[in-house]
């Protein structure tokens, strides 16, 4: 097992290196090789049928030009395409570096900024005798409040690393478990209820709870209703695994499903908040899909989908034989 892992590898490392060799050298490697297969071939064929006539001067010529130009072709194509990715890599690290740029001052000097107008409004607020001034001072609070709720979505972001998806697996069961837990600790009356299986492994981290969190907590914090209903429902079928989350409340707003669709945002559509952001790319980071569903009037529909853990049958094994240890242990 360990052999075969080590020639894959060694075979992977091979292709790269084939793939980050240069134009000049696949063209020169596509134009040897042409030049000497094309003998051969003809050759071959005249050894093994005698109806077939051997090569000559006129044939080999004709074939030789094809390749020549076959390789210039090849060296065009390669050389506009590398000139083409360079270019990409170039703006990509640019842009790389200006969102992290501006991350961090959002995330260190505005939100210091924000704190000293939040904790001065704070006092305002308890100070004014004035019923109006203390509801100005409130607002002003309240849209502090929001900006820190911004940076605070925006830092788990900080947290999700694509580069593992493909080397770890995590027990969704397990995080929407933890998450209904938390979504139903607070003030707000909140019916949760889940149809689970005992396990569906992923291929994510324990990042992707910041996506599920968040629609737990919209559906509870943007529902009015006296008593908010989430059902949770979650399934496994064909490689895959889905995820739905239910809730009973007003549904998200057209303009925001807009901005999603639109993959931007504009000036005419506008999200009120990054969270359903903070949904989409989080899944998309992990190489899953989300979709919004709210054409039934009686709330939202949230579906992930995600692709199931490679090991699901090695762990889902291991996770049954310890439910029955334990079973027989109580």
Known sequence: MVIGIELLILRMSRVKSLISMSPLKISLGYLVFGILWVPATDLLLAALFT?????????????????????????????????????????????????????????????NDINVIQGYAEILTERLDCETDRDHARAVQQTAEGITAISEKLKMLE?????????????????????????????????????????????????????????????VRHNEKSLRQIHI?????????????????????????????????????HASSVGLWLVRWVSQLHDGRVQFDTEDSSGTTVSFEFQAGSRTTLLDAEASVNDRIEAVAD
């Open 51 to 111: 109806a077939q006539a051997p090569p000559t001067a006129i044939g080999l010529a004709k074939s030789w030009t094809f390749i020549a130009l076959s390789a210039v072709l090849i060296y065009l194509l390669s050389t506009i395409h590398r000139q083409q990715m360079s270019t990409a890599q170039t703006k990509l690290r640019a842009a790389n570096e200006q969102l992290q740029v501006l991350h961090r001052v959002f995330r260190h000097n505005i939100r």
């Open 159 to 219: 947290n999700v690393d694509p580069t593992l998806s493909d080397e770890h697996v995590v027990d969704l069961v397990e995080i929407v478990k933890s998450e209904v837990e938390h979504a139903g600790s607070g003030n707000l009356a909140v019916d949760i209820t889940t149809d689970l299986p005992s396990r569906a492994w992923v291929e994510c981290d324990e990042s992707i709870r910041y996506a599920v969190r968040e629609v737990l907590e919209n559906a």
């Open 233 to 269: 429902s979650l399934d496994r079928t064909d490689g895959a695994v889905s995820l739905d989350i239910e809730d009973n409340g007003p549904g998200i707003p057209d303009a925001e499903l807009r901005s999603l669709d639109a993959g931007e945002e504009t000036a005419l559509v």
